[in-house]
């Protein structure tokens, strides 16, 4: 919590769950396509990929006035295709449409519920007498949605100097607004910076004035994921060169039960490391170079009964590199380890906690799923390119 004691106000960080600028699916232009009349048919995929959220396809410099099938997949084998390639094949869905006086197609509707954690891949395939088999095929774009289990995200956006936070679960009472404080000293220890890796995104002094104080605290995470159940915490942050070498905490959640391991911290620099009281997972990578890194923490127990599950942490995307074969700090344990946590969903903090430890640095697109992601799933979120 950002709290002024003089002036009465507070910064509570609440949860979006959709719109522009936050977590959200990627578009990719794979390229390829057959030449018509006016070259090679441009397809542009646009959109959050949440569901609800808008989603639009445009084709253009296709034929005018041409019937354009448009062809949708899960899958790609390309197949041979009138002197091209048919990349979104076998498809799921052929759409007979058609194109307007310029040549174009344009496609908008809300992103359906039910298709997270899938990908998809669209192509059009349009009859021209000047391609040369008589068949131009446009580019082919891949959206790759946000994978399944997503419970909230915290992504650093502001509007018009307001935080909107809305409740994950239905049954929890709507946060409302929370005004940003205008106060230039509270300012200069938290605040929202233009350029984050999605949008704005949250920066932390690591400074505080005795009035102060250099963390956020999150609301409702009360029942994001029962105890010792899996979970997956991921997010982008980026450390400047001048950042202090001392451990700095990322995200903390947990503290508030009398079992052992009832914490799930995430520190940076000088490592990027894991802890839960008594379990220490350190790696050997030092992410303090002004650069942006995606971090993620899996834990996979699926029965959370108090069993061991497995914990597992990722930098951009990798579990491997971030250590030397033959090196694990004595009384840690190793990547993939087999631990208890018992991280029970009540307080959570970004930036820090009032026990000190705060980041100087950035953090954006904060994440939390109620499962543990796979390693593809986890690398994908890390090539995400919005």
């Known amino acids: 919590m950002l709290r002024n004691k003089r002036c009465g106000w507070a910064l509570v960080l609440g949860l979006w769950t959709s719109g522009v600028g936050m977590a959200q699916g990627t578009w990719e232009n794979l390229g390829g396509g057959l030449a018509g009349v006016s070259g090679v048919p441009q397809l542009d995929g646009t959109g959050t990929l949440v569901p609800g959220d808008p989603a639009f396809l445009t084709l ?15 899958v790609s084998d390309p197949l041979p295709f009138f002197g091209g390639s048919l990349v979104a094949y076998p498809a799921l869905l052929m759409v007979p449409l058609v194109t307007d006086a310029a040549g174009s197609i344009a496609l908008v509707a809300p992103w359906p519920a039910g298709l997270t954690g899938k990908t998809f891949y669209f192509q059009y395939v349009v009859p021209d007498d000047a391609a040369p088999m008589d068949v ?5 774009v891949k959206a790759v949605t946000l994978p399944e289990g997503l419970e909230a995200w915290w992504p650093g956006e502001l509007t018009d100097g307001f935080f909107l936070g ?21 300012k200069s220890i938290v605040s929202i910076v233009p350029d984050g890796k999605i949008g ?12 102060n104080t250099p963390y956020l605290f999150l609301l409702n995470i009360d029942g994001l994921a029962g105890e010792a159940c899996s979970r997956t915490v991921a997010f982008w942050v980026k450390v400047p060169t001048d950042a202090s070498d001392n451990a700095a905490l990322a995200f903390h959640m947990g503290g508030q039960t009398a079992q052992p391991n009832d914490n799930f911290d995430v520190f940076v620099v000088s ?11 350190k790696t050997m990578k030092n992410i303090k170079d002004g650069a942006w890194h995606h971090v993620a923490v899996t834990y996979s127990n699926a029965d959370c009964m108090g069993s061991a599950g497995m914990l597992k942490m990722y930098c951009d995307g990798d579990s491997q590199q971030l250590y030397t074969p033959d090196w694990v700090p004595v009384g840690d344990v190793p990547n993939g380890a087999n631990v208890v946590l018992h991280t029970a969903g009540h307080d959570a903090t970004i930036g820090g906690t009032s026990q000190g430890s705060n980041l100087k640095g950035y ?10 992601l ?10 995400a390119n919005p």
């Open 374 to 383: 796979s390693a593809a799933e986890v690398d994908a979120l890390s090539k």
């Open 166 to 186: 809305q409740p994950v679960h239905p049954d929890d009472a709507p946060h409302g607004m929370a005004e940003l404080p205008h106060d230039a000293a509270a």
């Open 60 to 74: 253009t410099q296709a034929k005018s006035m041409s019937t354009a099938i448009l062809f949708v997949s899960d």
């Open 271 to 281: 490592n990027l490391w894991f802890s839960a009281n008594d379990t220490v997972l």
């Open 200 to 211: 704005k995104a949250l920066y932390f002094s690591a400074i505080s004035d005795g009035q």
């Open 363 to 372: 953090l954006d697109e904060m994440t939390f799923y109620n499962r543990a």
């Open 136 to 140: 131009a095929l446009s580019q082919t």
